[in-house]
Structures are given as structure tokens and as C-alpha cells.
T-cell receptor, first 114, second 114 residues
């Protein structure tokens, strides 16, 4: 148990669907992250929120829309995705600015786009 | 930009064999360096870290030394166990106020056979 919970664990959606991934952390952290993990590629940082404000958006297509309503919750809203968006989406949190480099990851949401 | 290169896998070893997973980095300045591990079906977790040149990080029998001269941070373990089977990620930290921005390598899958 890492203190970071992601739901759903598995999601299959068509290209015209709208769905959301949810992440919740119970560690009292101030920063939250979305990463994309694809086979044979480095982890791709998608979004970073610090104190509920977005501080990083690495040129992610607009079909991915993040939302951070408070420091414990992070969402990734998905719409009109493409098959190449199929991947494991990892949420992480950290104490924010601590300089420890320690991220606490959830188990991921495995997304398949048909 | 900053980047991390780690040896291509997969790596397959017998129990009690010696393990080395190579990692080199490209960065401005002297970033902190990390090894993360991802066990099957789980998110990533921090294995060890080193924050300055010649530091040695260690945990669970794994070690890695920050080598500024060769810009390397190779992971080693003297005697691997079946339970060490996982994917190992090398990472460096970029300066980012308010959050932890890590740049990851592609990961190296290790399988240890009994």
C-alpha cells in the first residue's frame, strides 16, 4: 500500500467515448503528477500540479484534460482518444519542493483504446 | 535537455548471480540520481538515491555510486533473488521549484530464475 490509489485499474474505451481516470493520495502531499508508461519508451511526464495549480504541461494533446480539485485528488479526463493512447497511466504524489526526488506512485490505470 | 540512458533488457539471471544494470546520464550541473523499481502489477517505488558525486546509495542489497567523471550510476547487487524480478528505472532530478521533476530511462526488465 503506497498511499496513492488509482481507479479504474483497467479501462477499455472506444475513440468516441469520454471517460475519466481518478487518483487519490492519503499522504498529505502537495504535488501530484500524471505519467504515461508505454512499452519500450521512457516514462512520459504529462502534467504536474503543485498546491492544486498546474505547473507543468508537457505538450500533451488536448484530448487529455487534467483536473486537480484539491491536493488529495487528481483526475485525467479523456475524450476522443486514439489507439496510440493505449498505455499504463500512472499517478504519483510528492511532498513538493522537498528536493528528495521521491515520488509515490499508484498502481496505474491500464487504458486500451479500440 | 537532460536525459537518462540505461541498458536495454531484458536481463535474465539465475538466483545468486551478480547483477549490473548500466545507467548513464546527460545533464547540466549535478542532478540527484535515483533508481526506481516496478514489481509486476504495481507502480514504481524508490529503491535508492544519491545526491552528489561519489555518494553511494544502497537498499535491499542493491548499490549504486554517483560517478561524475563517467556520468554514470550503475545498479549492482551481489546475489539476486527470484523476488528481485522487476523492471528497474534510472532517473535524474531536474530543478523544479514546488515539485519533483524526474527524467526516467526506458527501464530494464530483470527476470531471476530459481
Amino acid at each position: 500500500e503506497t498511499g496513492v490509489t488509482q481507479t479504474p485499474r483497467h479501462l477499455v474505451m472506444g475513440m468516441t467515448n469520454k471517460k475519466s481516470l481518478k487518483c487519490e493520495q492519503h499522504l498529505g502531499h502537495n504535488a501530484m503528477y500524471w505519467y504515461k508508461q508505454s512499452a519500450k519508451k521512457p516514462l512520459e511526464l504529462m502534467f504536474v500540479y503543485s498546491l492544486e495549480e498546474r505547473v507543468e504541461n508537457n505538450s500533451v494533446p488536448s484530448r487529455f484534460s487534467p483536473e486537480c480539485p484539491n491536493s488529495s485528488h487528481l483526475f485525467l479526463h479523456l475524450h476522443t482518444l486514439q489507439p496510440e493512447d493505449s498505455a499504463l497511466y500512472l499517478c504519483a504524489s510528492s511532498r513538493g519542493g522537498a528536493g528528495t526526488g521521491e515520488l509515490f506512485f499508484g498502481e496505474g490505470s491500464r487504458l486500451t483504446v479500440l | 535537455g537532460n536525459s537518462v540512458t540505461q541498458m536495454e533488457g531484458p536481463v535474465t539471471l539465475s538466483e545468486e548471480a551478480f547483477l549490473t544494470i548500466n545507467c548513464t546520464y546527460t545533464a547540466t550541473g549535478y542532478p540527484s540520481l535515483f533508481w526506481y523499481v516496478q514489481y509486476p502489477g504495481e507502480g514504481l517505488q524508490l529503491l535508492l538515491k544519491a545526491t552528489k558525486a561519489d555518494d553511494k546509495g544502497s537498499n535491499k542489497g542493491f548499490e549504486a555510486t554517483y560517478r561524475k567523471e563517467t556520468t554514470s550510476f550503475h545498479l549492482e547487487k551481489g546475489s539476486v533473488q527470484v523476488s528481485d524480478s522487476a523492471v528497474y528505472f534510472c532517473a535524474l532530478e531536474e530543478d523544479q521549484g514546488g515539485s519533483e521533476k524526474l527524467v526516467f530511462g526506458k527501464g530494464t526488465k530483470l527476470t531471476v530464475n530459481p
